[in-house]
């Protein structure tokens, strides 16, 4: 192998070591303490409102808070519980025309979401804005992602709804599980129900201002509970059904059992008769029923018969949606290692036969070419060419 061949090959070898050294060597920049600070700082939250969308232009500064109180002092116990984060009100103009909006921010959609049926009034109409929304005359109400957004226009124009679906696109979105509204709502059964008067509450405060049926002590929000409640039509008047979700099957159990004497007692047991709520007793007895599904409890009022409170409650039914993970496909951090060597290695092997290969062609190609330029019948040069020099003259 010829000299200038050896110096090939060993370079194409120690290449990848040679890279890696400089690499793992350079001298690293010290960062400046103002540029680290720069760089730990949080990021700016980004503006719940835009400036402008669909034409419309904002009037001044939006008005921005991170208190309840300040954002709805009514209902600020409300928004505490659905995790209220912040809060922006503004005025739009066009045309001479102007929509006044407020937006509520939460810390994830249950918040959002759950904010929007407390807000939300039976006479109100549904519309497709957002994830949800609903109007009344001049007010829009409608949620998405985290954001509840309430506008009221001047003047609702046949493109008012789409000039908010636009709105609802530049609203700040959340990331990951922040994104997942609640599931409990799908709970509902579809027949005869009344989708505006869902309410959905994972507190005492928003349950009770909302309608709730049972004594709040009774569903004892203190174990992670939340309830939906709905109206549903029936040809005896208006019933209610209850479902309420609980972390564990346990708890359900022990919650239904509870909730089943405190019916068959009419509010004469452990709570007290000033448990007995309004709703309760003006519901028809036949009515009062419950039932457990999983960690479900359901629970029927209202003007419902024996027969269509217990049909609603059978339609009510848990289902528990499972994801296997085989463990044979699961790698351990010991076999990666030994993979990324293997993959090192194979491609060290690369580099060599490549090196090899070039070394061949080159070297066999310079013995063609040798063999080429002889003619016929000339000595073989020797491999070795030497510079011969006469000096006996």
Known sequence: MSRLTRSFFCLLVLAPALAWGVA????STPKAPAAKAAADAPAPAPSLLPETFAGWQMNGKPELSTSAVQADAADA??????????SATATYARSGDSVAIRALEFEDATGAYGAFTF???????PVEIGQGAAFDGKRVLFWTGNTLIDATFSRVRPMSASELRDLATQLP????????????????????????????????EAYTRSGGVLPVSLVDFGRSAEVVTAQYDSIYGPGTLTIINYPTTDIARDREKAIEDFLKSRGASAHGA???????ASSNPA???????????AVTSGALSDGAASHLLQLVHYEVNLTISNSKHTVSDAVKVAQLILSVAFLVGIFAVVAIVAAISL???????????RKPGAPEEDEAEFIRLDLRK
Request: glycine share 8%; charged share 20%; net charge positive.
């Open 24 to 27: 793992t060597h350079a001298p």
């Open 77 to 86: 116990a409300v928004l505490r519980e659905f995790g209220f984060v912040r």
């Open 119 to 125: 807000f939300r009034r039976p006479t109100m109409q």
């Open 173 to 204: 979105k959340p990331l990951g599980n922040l994104a997942t509204p609640p599931s409990l709502q799908n709970y509902l059964p579809a027949e005869h129900l009344d989708p505006m008067t869902i309410r959905y509450a994972i507190g005492p």
């Open 274 to 280: 000033a448990a007995w709520t309004p709703a309760l």
């Open 287 to 297: 009515a009062l029923q419950s039932r457990r599904s999983g960690p479900l409890v």
């Open 363 to 373: 070297g066999g190609g310079k013995i063609a070419w040798k063999k080429f330029r």
